[in-house]
């Protein structure tokens, strides 16, 4: 399939760059300034420059924290942004294939999403962006042209990410206090990009839930795996989220639990981590 990829510079675009080419996909990256989602020309021009079958879109604005004063600029990307994906796609008959995250639910089921649940309400600015962006998305294109793609606590080599704030402070420090009461899957982007394109193989669409398997745990269970991996003898203590204030309120039980990937085709997060922390890829 030739795919035109959005948001191509960022953590997973660059990841998923190689391995959707390995999956014999021909990719046309795409990132800010010459693509931007919320420029409907710019949108257009790329779109019709290249006669792409599909759109992968993993721009977004990510800052979850920032995104409570930045508001404005968080719903003009990840709302309005993808609505114009969506209807640039709509018009031109192209599938979407669209990233979305846990945090478009609340976060009250320790049991975990599937991807029929509702979703909504978000518990913070970032959740609601991304969820009015789903929303859009399922208005502007027929179902049999979409897939939501929703992923969480995702990390990889090309940009911040849990895993390496977390081998900094496990390195220099001799205790590191870690919550333990918010439940989810840690994901690697290239477990992520490995998920999409068999997705898109099996000619999925509706909504998917690609995470790394095994889950749920908590940051304070991953941390201690991050800590184990590296050999590192630091102290990881457990400590409840009201001891961390942030700006933005994070769900506490969003784990979002897949079906559509056949699950002997999923690693264990363990396994992604390993490979992840002695920098082997996952393809
Ligand atoms: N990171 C996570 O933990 C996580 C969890 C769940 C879901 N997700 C979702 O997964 C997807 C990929 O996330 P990621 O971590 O790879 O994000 P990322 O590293 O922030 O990458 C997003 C990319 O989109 C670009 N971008 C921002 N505004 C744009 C615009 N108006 N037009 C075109 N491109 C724009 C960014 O450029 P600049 O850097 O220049 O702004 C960046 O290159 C997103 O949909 C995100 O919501 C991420």
């Known amino acids: 399939m030739r795919l035109i990829l959005l948001g191509a510079k960022g953590m997973f675009g660059t990841d ?61 990307v990840n709302a309005f942004g993808t609505r114009m994906v969506a209807k640039a796609c709509a018009d031109r008959r192209l599938l979407l294939v669209h990233l979305s995250t846990d945090y478009v639910f609340p976060g009250t089921r320790p049991e975990g999403y599937l ?24 208005g ?12 969480q606590w995702l990390y990889g080599r090309h ?13 220099s420090r001799q ?10 899957v840690p994901t690697h982007t290239s477990e992520l990009a490995l998920q999409v394109a068999s997705l898109l193989q099996g000619g999925a669409r509706g909504v998917a839930h690609t995470v790394g398997g095994g889950g749920p745990i908590t940051w304070y269970d991953f941390a201690r795996a991050i800590a184990l991996g590296l050999g590192l003898q630091t102290r990881v203590v457990p400590c409840a989220t009201v001891e961390f204030p942030r700006p933005a309120r994070r769900p506490a039980h969003a784990w979002l639990r897949g079906e559509e990937v056949p699950p002997g085709a999923v690693r264990h997060w363990r396994e992604a981590l390993e490979a992840y922390l002695g920098g082997k890829g996952l393809a």
């Open 16 to 76: 998923a760059l190689p391995i959707l080419e390995g999956a014999g996909h021909r990719v046309v990256p795409a990132d800010l300034p010459e693509a931007d989602i919320t420029d409907p020309t710019s949108l257009e021009r790329l779109l019709d420059a290249h006669r792409a079958e599909a759109v992968l879109n993993a721009a977004a604005y990510t800052d979850v924290d920032g995104a409570e004063r930045e508001r404005e600029k968080a719903f003009r």
């Open 159 to 171: 940009g911040r990410n849990f895993v390496d704030t977390m081998a900094g402070l496990l390195s």
């Open 175 to 184: 205790e590191v206090r870690v919550v333990n009461d918010q439940w989810g």
């Open 115 to 138: 991807p029929g649940d509702p979703p909504g309400p978000a518990v913070n600015a970032y959740g609601e962006s991304k969820l009015e962006g789903e929303r859009a998305a399922q």
């Open 140 to 151: 502007e294109l027929p179902p049999e042209r979409l897939l939501i793609c929703r992923t």
